[in-house]
C-alpha cells in the first residue's frame, strides 16, 4: 500500500522515534511535525499541504506548505504567499469550521475532486487559499481520538494524474495520518501510552514485517540458542530461532529498526540477520523465560541468583565448618571449572552482575560475614551476604582467573580476567581487577568491560546543544591537545570513544594507548598497555611520534614524563586528547603545572578541557512534577539566571517495577567545557589561580558542572538532590 518513498523516509524515521523514546517529550512535537509534513507533500507531489492540531476548542494551524510552481518566478505573488502562511500559523478556528472541522468532528477522511459532486466546495476554496483547487484530500489524526487533520490540496503539474489525487492517494495520506497521530498524541498526551500488543501490531504494520502472536508455531533451534546464549539474547533484544543458513538466522525482535542492536548481536554471535520478525515485548519476554526455563545452559538472571541458592553451594564445600575463611580447598581444585561449588559462586556473581547492568562488583570481608555488592548507575547495593568461610576460597579463585599471587595477602595487587575462558555462555567480557589487604581479609573490586558494548554518538551522552556544538569544533582541530577530567566512572572514556567514532575516517591515521583498551573500534590503531614489561604511555607516546600519527589518545596523563610527551605531541601538529583526574576544567591547568609542563606550553597546546559527572536519570515512569520553592528555587534560579520557577521532577520514593523501587533508572552526562581563549591563554602564562581561571572561563561562555547539571534538573532528566550530591553550586556565581 504505501510508496517506496514513504517507506524508507517517513516510515524509519517516525518508527525509530516512537520506539526509542518511552515517553517523546513536547520538544520533539515541531520536528516531527516538519518530517511528516515534508514526507506528505514528497510522497503525494502536493502544491499545498495543511497540518492541524487540535487545541482545547479550537484547531491550530501547525504547519502550511506551498509549492513554488504555485508563484513560479512571480516575486510579488510569492510574497503573498508568504504572508499567507505567516498569517496562518497564528490563527485558530473554531471546532467544527470548514472540511477540517468536519473530519475531526467525524473522524472520517474528505475526497473532492473538480470532476465529483462537491466541485462547488473546491471553488469556493479558491478564494482563500489565493489560486484554483483541482482537487483536495483531508484525512484525520486518529487514535482512541480525533486530534488534528492532514490536508493536501493539488497534485503538481508534473505530475502524471493531471493535478489530481487518486484513491490510493487516499489511503496513503491516511497511513502516513496513523503513523504520526499515535506519535504525536504520547507527546501532548503523556497519559496516553500503546499496550504492548497494539506496539508490535503497529510496528510489524510501518516495517511491513510478519507480527508472531503465537510462539507455539515458531520453528525453535535448541542448539543455536543455547549457543548463542541468554545474555545476548536479553542484552540485545534479539531471539535467534533457526538458521537459515551456516552463517545467517532467522530472528524476532520487538524493534527491528534497531540496527545498532542488529550490528552488536551479528559482531558477538557471527551470524548474519537474513529473517526478522516482530514480536511485543510481553512474548518476546514469555518466549525467553519459557525456552530458557527448560534450557540447562540458561545464563542466572537477576532473578535467578539469591541468597538461598548461593548458601547452599557455599555450604556444600565447607560442610559447615568455621575455618576462618581459608577452607580445605587445594589450589588444583579451584583451577578446575567443574569440580569446585567456589567456582560456581564466582562464575555466577560476574554473570549475574553482568545481567543487572553493573559497572563494577565489589567482593568486602566484613568481621562475621561478605558481602557482595554491584554498582548500578553509579550506586552501589548490596546483593549477597555470604559466610565468612567463604572469602579466602572466593578471593582465590578470583586470583587465579586474571594470574595474580594467591600466597601473597599482605599488598594490593591489579589484574584482568578475560571471562569468557571460564565460562560455557557467550559472555566476551573482560574485568579489570584490584585486591587489597583490609582488616578482615582481602578486598575485591572488579570492573566490567563489555567488548561487545558499541560506543554511543555524542548528542546522546547528556552535551548541552550550546556544549555539543563548541566540542564538536574542537575535535576537528588539526593539532592541540584535548582533556577530559573527573573522577573514575565519570564517562570520560566514553565520550573519547564517542568523539574518535564521530572523527574516524579512513584518511585520518588515529593511534591510542590504554590501559585497559574498554572499546574496539574498527579503523583505530589501539595498544593495549603493560607496565610488567616496560609498556608505558610515556613510551607508547615516544612510539606514536614515530608512526605517522594525526590524531593519539593517551588513556590517561599520570606522571611528568606522559605529560611532557603529550604537550611535545599536541605542539608538533597532532591532535591529542587524554584524561586527568582533576574536579572541574580550570584546575586541571595547575595539574598539568605540577607535573612540571611550562605555563606558556600549556596555553599554546590545550584546546579544551573538558569535566564531567554522570547523574542518575529520574525514573520516567514514576517521577512527580512540582515547581522547586525555598532553597532550591535559589538555588536554580542563580544558577540558570531564571525568573520564573519551571515544572520540576523528583524521584518517586517508592519507585516502581521499571526502576526497581530507586526512582531513578539510567544515567546522564554533566560537562564543564572550557575552550581555550585569548583572555584563558593570558591567564594561563600569567600563573593566576583556579578561581580567576573559572572566572576567565565563565566570562567566554563556560558553563558549570553546577550550571549544567541545573539545566539537566529544568529539562527534567534528573532531581535537585542528585545534582547537589554530585556537584555543589559555585561560590562564584
Known amino acids: 500500500m504505501a510508496s517506496p518513498n514513504l517507506a524508507s523516509a517517513l516510515r524509519r524515521s517516525l518508527l525509530i522515534k516512537v520506539i526509542s523514546k518511552p515517553a517523546p517529550s513536547r520538544e520533539d512535537l515541531a520536528s516531527v511535525i516538519e518530517l511528516t509534513a515534508s514526507k506528505v507533500v514528497e510522497a503525494l507531489q502536493a502544491q499545498s499541504m495543511t497540518f492541524y492540531l487540535v487545541e482545547g476548542n479550537d484547531i491550530a494551524f501547525k504547519h502550511v506548505y506551498y509549492s513554488p510552481t504555485l508563484w513560479g518566478k512571480d516575486k510579488d505573488k510569492e510574497k503573498q504567499f508568504q504572508e499567507t502562511q505567516a498569517k496562518l500559523l497564528t490563527l485558530k478556528l473554531p471546532l467544527g469550521t470548514g472540511n477540517v472541522g468536519k473530519v475531526i468532528q467525524t473522524g472520517e477522511p474528505l475526497f473532492f475532486t473538480k470532476h465529483g459532486a462537491d466541485a462547488d466546495s473546491l471553488m469556493s476554496m479558491a478564494k482563500s487559499t489565493g489560486f484554483e483547487v483541482h482537487s483536495m484530500l483531508t484525512a484525520p489524526l486518529k487514535t482512541n481520538i480525533v486530534i488534528g487533520a492532514i490536508q493536501v490540496l493539488n497534485k503538481e503539474p508534473s505530475a502524471a494524474t493531471g493535478g489530481e489525487f487518486t484513491d490510493k492517494d487516499l489511503t496513503l495520506l491516511q497511513e502516513v495520518a496513523e503513523y504520526s497521530s499515535a506519535l504525536i498524541q504520547r507527546m501532548v498526551d503523556p497519559k496516553f501510552q500503546l499496550n504492548a500488543d497494539d506496539t508490535a501490531r503497529f510496528i510489524a504494520k510501518l516495517t511491513d514485517l510478519p507480527l508472531v502472536t503465537d510462539i507455539e508455531k515458531l520453528e525453535l533451534d535448541d542448539k543455536l540458542i543455547e549457543v548463542t546464549g541468554d545474555a545476548i539474547i536479553r542484552r540485545e533484544g534479539i531471539f ?206 572488579m570492573r566490567i568491560l563489555d567488548k561487545q558494548k558499541s560506543t554511543l554518538p555524542l548528542p546522546v551522552l547528556g552535551f548541552s546543544d550550546e556544549n555539543l556544538a563548541k566540542y564538536r569544533e574542537c575535535i576537528r582541530q588539526p593539532y592541540g591537545m584535548i582533556l577530559h577530567c573527573g573522577p573514575t566512572g565519570s564517562g570520560k572514556s566514553m565520550t573519547l570513544y564517542a568523539a574518535l567514532a564521530e572523527i574516524n575516517t579512513p584518511d585520518v591515521n588515529i593511534q591510542t594507548a590504554e590501559d585497559p583498551i574498554e572499546y574496539t573500534l574498527p579503523g583505530l590503531n589501539q595498544m593495549q598497555m603493560s607496565r610488567q614489561i616496560g609498556l608505558t604511555f610515556a613510551r607508547a607516546l615516544r612510539c606514536y611520534l614515530r608512526m605517522d600519527p594525526d590524531i593519539i589518545l593517551v588513556g590517561e596523563i599520570r606522571d611528568e614524563e606522559t605529560a611532557q610527551i603529550a604537550v611535545e605531541a599536541a605542539l608538533t601538529g597532532h591532535l591529542l586528547v587524554s584524561t586527568l583526574h582533576t574536579n572541574d576544567a580550570p584546575s586541571t591547568v595547575a595539574r598539568i603545572g605540577e607535573m612540571g609542563v611550562e605555563a606558556f606550553n600549556i596555553s599554546a597546546s ?62 546522564v552526562g554533566i560537562h564543564e567545557l572550557m575552550v581555550n581563549s585569548e583572555e584563558l591563554t593570558e591567564g594561563i602564562n600569567k600563573e593566576a589561580e583556579v578561581a580567576e581561571l573559572k572566572r576567565i572561563a565563565m566570562k567566554g561562555g563556560m558553563k558549570t558542572l553546577h550550571q549544567d547539571s541545573m539545566l539537566k534538573v529544568k529539562m527534567g532528566l534528573t532531581t535537585i538532590e542528585e545534582a547537589l550530591a554530585n556537584v555543589p553550586p559555585d561560590l562564584i556565581l
Not at 324 to 349: C, F, H, M, W, Y
Not at 626 to 647: D, F, H, N, Q, V
Not at 648 to 653: D, G, L, M, Q, S
Open 240 to 445: 535467534p530461532h533457526k538458521r537459515c543458513s551456516p552463517n545467517s538466522v532467522a530472528v524476532v525482535m520487538t524493534n527491528p529498526l534497531d540496527f545498532a542492536k542488529r550490528e552488536a548481536f551479528s559482531q558477538a554471535t557471527e551470524l548474519h540477520i537474513e529473517e526478522v520478525q516482530v514480536v511485543s515485548a510481553s512474548t518476546f519476554e514469555t518466549l525467553l523465560k519459557k525456552f530458557f526455563k527448560e534450557s540447562k545452559a540458561a545464563a542466572p538472571t537477576s532473578d535467578d541468583v539469591d541468597i538461598g541458592s548461593i548458601t547452599e553451594v557455599i555450604s556444600s564445600a565447607y560442610d559447615g565448618s568455621a575455618t576462618g575463611g581459608t577452607g580445605d580447598i587445594k589450589v588444583e581444585d579451584l583451577e578446575s571449572e567443574e569440580s569446585a561449588p567456589v567456582i560456581q559462586l564466582a562464575n555466577r556473581i560476574i554473570e549475574d552482575a553482568y545481567i543487572a547492568g553493573a559497572s563494577d562488583i565489589h567482593i568486602e570481608p566484613q568481621e562475621k560475614d561478605l558481602v557482595v555488592r554491584y554498582r548500578v548507575d553509579g550506586m552501589c547495593a548490596e546483593k549477597l551476604r555470604l559466610p565468612k568461610q567463604v572469602t579466602g576460597a572466593l578471593v582465590a579463585r578470583l586470583k587465579i582467573m586474571c594470574n595474580l599471587d594467591i600466597s601473597e595477602r599482605r599488598l594490593p595487587q591489579d589484574g584482568r580476567i578475560v571471562f569468557k575462558k571460564y565460562t560455557k555462555k557467550n559472555m566476551d567480557i573482560d574485568l579489570r581487577v584490584a585486591t587489597g589487604p583490609m582488616k578482615d581479609g582481602e578486598k575485591v573490586v
Open 606 to 667: 590545550l584546546v579544551c578541557v573538558c569535566a564531567q559527572r554522570l547523574l542518575r536519570r529520574v525514573c520516567k515512569n514514576c517521577k512527580t512534577k512540582y515547581k522547586p520553592e525555598g532553597r532550591e528555587w535559589e538555588i536554580m534560579s542563580k544558577a540558570l539566571a531564571i525568573t520564573e520557577a519551571p515544572e520540576i521532577f523528583k524521584a518517586n520514593p517508592q519507585g516502581c517495577p521499571t526502576c526497581n523501587g530507586t526512582g531513578y533508572k539510567g544515567r
